[in-house]
């Protein structure tokens, strides 16, 4: 099923953050949601979002990555742009409906010419128009991975766009990735349980060493409750004599 129509184009940030577009408000959603008046919500939505994805901290070498995913969460699924509804112009409260009903996927290019992202969860395929420069400098820069995206469409006026905030799942990662998928449906489990779980397999491989990707992306980790990694791959070692 395809979603979306019309030339595919990477806009830059000044036509993309045209007054009261689409990404301008998502900017703007996230500024009023970093003041200090909304300290208490954020760090609500933020420890939420953790729980379900995997701790991250400042001085992870990740965090930047995960920030980024989280204000996206915060900005669509998390509603944040309600509890700033009224320092917002019309026309940017215009796009809070849009960014509720953002679809995430697990995205990869495809289509004849590498126009599309192609759900490979869901089989969604959406020709996306618009993005921001740090969104299509990361898509440049991971070609071929598989990443966790949110995308925006609207008809009035039209717009397909990819949200700032996409994980990219290591390429080794990537044959790993159908397994894990097949159990999540046959477990009858929902897009985001599903591709949170990938997020706390995706923290797993980042965050401990001389572990590979077959450890860390594997059907057993989609529970919630399963140790970051299989107790196969605790060795210990046999104490000699005393």
Known sequence: MAIGAGKNETTGSASATAEGGLLETVARIVQLGGETARADAVTRL???????????????????????????HAVTAGRLG??????????????????????????????????????????????????????????EAGAGL?????VVGADDP????LLPGAVFHPRDATP??????????????STNDTLDALLRMHRALRSLSRVKATYAYRPEALSPQAPVLPHAVVRRVPRGPT
């Not at 598989?146 to 949110?150: K, S, T």
């Not at 790993?176 to 489990?189: N, Q």
């Open 46 to 72: 933020r420890e939420a979002f953790a729980a379900r994805t995997g701790a991250f901290a400042p001085d992870d070498g990740w965090f930047e990555e995960r920030i980024k995913a989280f204000w996206g």
């Open 176 to 189: 790993c990735v159908e397994p894990v998928l097949a159990a999540a449906r046959s477990r009858g489990l």
């Open 146 to 150: 598989l990443f966790d995206g949110r």
């Open 82 to 139: 309600r509890l700033v509804e009224d320092q917002l112009s019309e026309v940017q409260r215009g796009w809070l409906g849009p960014l509720e009903r953002a679809h995430r996927g697990l995205f990869k290019m495809g289509g004849q010419d590498g126009e599309l992202l192609v759900d490979i969860w869901s089989g969604v395929e959406l020709e996306v128009q618009t993005m921001d420069d740090a969104s299509h400098a990361e898509l």
């Open 158 to 161: 039209f717009t397909v766009a």
